[in-house]
């Protein structure tokens, strides 16, 4: 079983990325129970905008695309701005859109038969509202998001320390970040012995 990390910070690297750190934490617990994991950072690739999988000559997106299709999990990792999730992840969201017209050999859609969560931070509140929006988004694209697939850190409203620079609410993150990768986890193993079928009317 392999997952994909998406992290959609803004910074390029090598500079540190703090929702990194905590996706770290699931990397882990998953690679604990035998999964395969991989990372990609959207900022070091200049994806360009658009609503299909493959721009032509210069697009990195469709190497992206193909990792997608290789993993069973796929972990989105963003920063909080202004209470909402990082342009770089609306921008992964929208490039994603093509799946929803992709099917694989059996007609389902390419994303059916996979789970996805959400890993946040930030040094303002509006994780939940993240969280949400990405979640909701992937269930659209046909992603089985299980309950509890997320984690976050937030300092609490207005401007404060950033995640490494306290242990304000580490503990807590760091169990739900665990937790998250067992109910990840679970749900793919179920979903590999028993997929969802293709709909009989498509």
């Given at each position: 079983?392999?997952?994909?990390?998406?992290?959609?910070?803004?910074?390029?690297?090598?500079?540190?990325?703090?929702?990194?750190?905590?996706?770290?934490?699931?990397?882990?617990?998953?690679?604990?129970?035998?999964?395969?994991?991989?990372?990609?950072?959207?900022?070091?690739?200049?994806?360009?905008?658009?609503?299909?999988?493959?721009?032509?000559?210069?697009?990195?997106?469709?190497?992206?695309?193909?990792?997608?299709?290789?993993?069973?999990?796929?972990?989105?990792?963003?920063?909080?701005?202004?209470?909402?999730?990082?342009?770089?992840?609306?921008?992964?969201?929208?490039?994603?859109?093509?799946?929803?017209?992709?099917?694989?050999?059996?007609?389902?859609?390419?994303?059916?038969?996979?789970?996805?969560?959400?890993?946040v931070t930030g040094n303002e509140d509006g994780a939940h509202h993240v969280i949400s929006e990405i979640s909701g988004?992937?269930?659209?694209?046909?992603?089985?998001?299980?309950?509890?697939?997320?984690?976050?850190?937030?300092?609490?409203?207005?401007?404060?320390?950033?995640?490494?620079?306290?242990?304000?609410?580490?503990?807590?993150?760091?169990?739900?970040?665990?937790?998250?990768?067992?109910?990840?986890?679970?749900?793919?193993?179920?979903?590999?012995?028993?997929?969802?079928?293709?709909?009989?009317?498509?």
């Amino acid at each position: 079983m392999k997952a994909l990390f998406v992290s959609c910070t803004l910074k390029k690297s090598p500079d540190r990325s703090n929702t990194e750190l905590l996706a770290q934490v699931v990397a882990d617990a998953l690679g604990d129970k035998g999964v395969e994991v991989g990372h990609v950072r959207l900022a070091d690739l200049d994806v360009p905008p658009g609503v299909v999988t493959d721009l032509g000559a210069g697009d990195p997106w469709p190497q992206v695309h193909a990792r997608l299709l290789d993993s069973e999990i796929l972990v989105v990792v963003t920063p909080t701005w202004l209470g909402r999730p990082s342009s770089i992840a609306q921008r992964m969201l929208e490039r994603m859109d093509a799946m929803l017209s992709e099917t694989a050999d059996d007609g389902t859609p390419v994303a059916y038969n996979r789970v996805a969560g959400v890993v946040v931070t930030g040094n303002e509140d509006g994780a939940h509202h993240v969280i949400s929006e990405i979640s909701g988004a992937l269930a659209d694209l046909g992603y089985t998001v299980p309950g509890q697939a997320w984690t976050y850190w937030n300092q609490g409203p207005g401007p404060g320390a950033e995640y490494p620079d306290t242990d304000h609410g580490h503990e807590w993150s760091a169990r739900t970040g665990r937790l998250m990768a067992h109910n990840l986890h679970a749900v793919a193993t179920a979903l590999q012995a028993r997929p969802v079928p293709p709909f009989p009317e498509s």
